[in-house]
């Protein structure tokens, strides 16, 4: 369905598949993620939950449309879920920064020769910058929210967003989790494949 002119503020999310440079090095293999990644998120946006979005190369452009924003930050964070698991499936990851504020998308602009789809605001070049460049570097299948400029009304609390946990200026989204109980085993788990990485590149360099 196309996506209707919006302007307003609200949460966006922009997600990418990690290590698609890589990936690119085999086309049949850059292909399949591409193409398991646009279907994820077309199951997971066709979903009546009032979030939209589009895809382009290896990224994804999310934003919720409907609800208030305790609403649209829990409807955002449920297909973003569903993306990240469905392309899970596939073994690829993605990196997902979220941010609040002003954004604005259009349709179509048409000139001879070329056609666009502006989009701009402080929360989709947020979201952008913290997926590219934020502090600490944003891991392979994390999501994130940032913290700066959250809307008042929004109260992150273990019983409204249980699976949200504050570390620096983010909260941190697991959605690989079913239960608050289990991130800290996740974590553990995630940090010590970096550290046998980290040992299997020792290995390597001492012959």
Known sequence: MPIHNFSGTTFVAF????????????????????????QAGYDSLSNDRGIEGFFISDSGILFAR???????????????????????????????SISFGAFDYH?????EGIEKNPIYGYAYVQSFLDNETGKPRIQPGQCRLVKKNLPLDIVITPENFPLLKSA????????????????????NRYNDSYSL??????KALKG
Request: no cysteine; glycine share 6%; aromatic share 14%.
């Open 66 to 96: 409907e609800g208030n924003n305790q609403e649209k930050l829990t409807n955002l964070l449920l297909s973003i879920k569903e993306i990240n698991r469905l392309v899970l499936e596939r073994n690829y990851m993605l990196t997902t």
């Open 15 to 38: 997600t990418d598949i990690s290590g698609f440079k890589e990936l690119m090095k085999n086309d049949k293999r850059a292909l399949d993620a591409l193409r398991h990644f646009y």
């Open 197 to 202: 990485k980290y040992e299997g590149m020792l």
């Open 168 to 187: 620096g200026g983010h909260y941190y989204y697991y959605w690989n989790v079913e239960s608050p109980n289990e991130i800290e085993s996740f974590e």
């Open 107 to 111: 349709d179509k602009l048409e000139f």
